[in-house]
């Protein structure tokens, strides 16, 4: 049983995942499982953490873009080229590591539209934790 503290750990490991900080909000939600913890509000408490963690990296890139820099250009030109070419439908892979985190800054840089990058975001993000339920659902 897990109480209302657990699914807050749940949710800010979930955020800081989302962030460039690490989280490991995919073991913590594994273990939290194995515990017995009730599916649903544990898959809600990670999803809706890493996608807000998302929405600030998202906002740092539209700051940035207002103190636009050479070194900020050339770090992300890749996931900036990504951006571009396959528009909010590149941020379904939000949820990589590594690619995920800089192509959510690039959409915020690129000035995608807040809601539907939200939207495409959210989608990606509450797939791949849902897939990680799946063997919990029975």
Known sequence: MM???DFWVLFSSGFLSATLLPGNSEILLLGFLMKGAEILP?????????TLGAVTSFLVG???????????????????QWVQKYGMFVLLFSW???IGDPLVLAAGFHRLNFMLSLLFVFVGKSIRYFVLVIPFLS
């Open 3 to 5: 109480f209302d503290a």
């Open 42 to 50: 544990a898959w809600i408490s990670v999803t809706s953490g890493n």
């Open 62 to 80: 539209a700051l940035l873009r207002r103190g636009y820099s050479l070194k900020f250009a050339t770090v992300h030109q890749r996931s900036g």
């Open 96 to 98: 990589v590591p590594v």
